[in-house]
């Protein structure tokens, strides 16, 4: 079975900081790793995504994310903080190969201080 | 369609009503998934439908909630006997079964009075 642990319920950022989100996986095989954003109000889309290969991705939004192996980790991070990026971001994970289900992670919610 | 449906986009209702969501996957998705997201809460698990079938239903909360899909297409989520405490977003999810991102619908927002 998968599992994703998100650190931090609340992250709190000024505007124009860097932005940290944490996430741990754990998962038997290669997983694959997904990160999605929920704007006030609206459902869920998808930031960005890792499969296979660079295990840095970039996203939507000046967004990345680097898939870290050794440390099973997938931390979403942005260089600078702007206000339209408050909002959820949910880790996710899913074994890959065959009929799997996808893990959520219970949410991070930014706020950003002007 | 293109995007995942949901319907209704927001129902009221009285505590001991029945009650169906339904959901309209992205065509030719075999996962199906509910999710229930209470006020200022996370995301939380319901049920996972792979085709017609759902391997895992873990996180149906009660007995009065079940779930169907038909024809690997449509599911519809059915809470009885409606209480307070179910109020709450119902979010519908689809992908691929190649492990491709989930897409989600815009939600049913769930309000029992």
């Known amino acids: 079975a998968q599992s994703v642990t998100q650190l931090g319920s609340h992250v709190s950022v000024s505007e124009g900081a860097l932005v940290l989100l944490r996430c741990n996986y754990s998962?038997?095989?290669?997983?694959?790793l997904f990160w999605y954003v929920q704007y006030p109000n609206q459902g869920l889309q998808l930031l960005l995504k890792y499969t296979t290969g660079a295990t840095l991705v970039k996203g939507i939004n000046g967004f990345e994310a680097e898939f870290k192996k050794s440390e099973t980790s997938f931390h979403l991070t942005k260089p600078s903080a702007h206000m339209s990026d408050a909002a959820e971001y949910f880790c996710?994970?899913?074994?890959?190969?065959?009929?799997?289900?996808?893990?959520f992670g219970t949410g991070t919610k930014l706020q950003v201080i002007p | 369609g293109a995007g995942v449906s949901q319907s209704p986009s927001n129902k009221v209702t009285e505590k001991g009503k029945d009650v169906e969501l339904r959901c309209d996957p992205i065509?030719?998705?075999?996962?199906l998934y509910w999710y229930r997201q209470r006020l200022g809460q996370g995301l939380e698990f319901l049920i996972y439908f792979q085709g017609n079938s759902a391997p895992d239903k873990s996180g149906l909360p009660s007995d009065r909630f079940s779930a169907e899909r038909t024809g690997e297409s449509v599911s519809t989520l059915t809470i009885q006997r409606t209480q307070q405490e179910d109020s709450a977003v119902y979010l519908c999810?689809?992908?691929?079964?190649?492990?491709?991102?989930?897409?989600f619908g815009q939600g049913t927002r769930l309000t029992v009075v």
């Open positions: 999810a689809s992908n691929l079964d190649r492990n491709t991102e989930a897409f």
């Open positions: 065509s030719g998705h075999t996962a």
């Open positions: 996710a994970v899913i074994r890959s190969g065959g009929y799997q289900k996808v893990t």
């Open positions: 998962s038997s095989v290669p997983p694959y």
